[in-house]
């Protein structure tokens, strides 16, 4: 069936680094794709989707681009803040699969002053 | 617009009792859906409903029963509930399936099973 891979945390990474949390996925056909964030003590937000390839998704100066050929979503951003720190969760929904979003495991990003 | 609400934000019960936790959107949204959150193991899917009227299960299902009340409303029983419970609970909706199925979320109960 469906599923999500991500890279395991915790991160840790000083303000104004480059970040890269890596999400892989396996499904038939073409999944739609997101990154949800969650900030301490809060519900997830969606950050971004792309729904077919080469789609690129972008929020917040985060950017993913859906891969079709590595069936890769990463996330990117060039320069990060400590307001950044939270945990991030690559999801893909597939109509074939119900109406259930598969969620990865979820990463945790730390960024310090 | 206050989204997806849900109620109570915390929540401490002995192992046996029983509770409902409360979601509500605002969206005009078909389809809701209830997720439990466990370390390391991201989101599970335990009950949804695709309309007004109808459920189905998730991925774990087993504890639990879920109520469609109307279009807005869509609760989470448990009716006897055992320390494996202890989890922070999402609702979530969307406009339907379709092919995209964007998802909102409430801000999550904490719930400890003692």
């Known amino acids: 069936g469906d599923s999500v891979t991500q890279m395991e945390g915790p991160v840790t990474l000083s303000e104004e680094a480059f970040l890269t949390i890596n999400c892989t996925y396996t499904?038939?056909?073409?999944?739609?794709l997101f990154w949800y964030v969650q900030y301490p003590g809060e519900g997830l937000q969606l950050l971004l989707k792309?729904?077919?390839?080469?789609d690129k998704g972008s929020n917040k100066g985060f950017e993913a681009t859906y891969r079709k050929e590595t069936t890769s979503f990463h996330l990117e951003k060039g320069s990060v803040q400590v307001s950044d720190s939270a945990v991030y969760f690559c999801?893909?929904?597939?109509?074939?699969?119900?109406?259930?979003?598969?969620f990865g495991k979820g990463t945790s990003l730390l960024v310090t002053p | 617009n206050a989204g997806v609400t849900q109620t109570p934000k915390f929540q401490v019960l002995k192992t046996g009792q029983s509770m409902t936790l409360q979601c509500a959107q605002d969206m005009n949204h078909n389809s809701m859906y209830w997720y439990r959150q466990d370390p390391g193991m991201g989101l599970r899917l335990i009950y949804y409903?695709?309309?007004?009227?109808?459920?189905d299960k998730g991925e774990v299902p087993n504890g639990y029963n879920v109520s469609r009340l109307n279009k807005r409303e869509f609760s989470l029983r448990l009716e006897s509930a055992a320390p494996s419970q202890t989890s922070v609970y999402f609702c979530a909706s969307s406009t339907n399936g379709g092919r995209v199925n964007e998802q909102f979320f409430g801000p999550g109960t904490r719930l400890t099973v003692l």
């Open positions: 792309a729904t077919k390839a080469d």
């Open positions: 499904a038939t056909g073409y999944p739609s």
């Open positions: 999801a893909l929904f597939h109509s074939n699969s119900g109406y259930a979003l598969n």
């Open positions: 409903s695709a309309s007004e009227g109808t459920t």
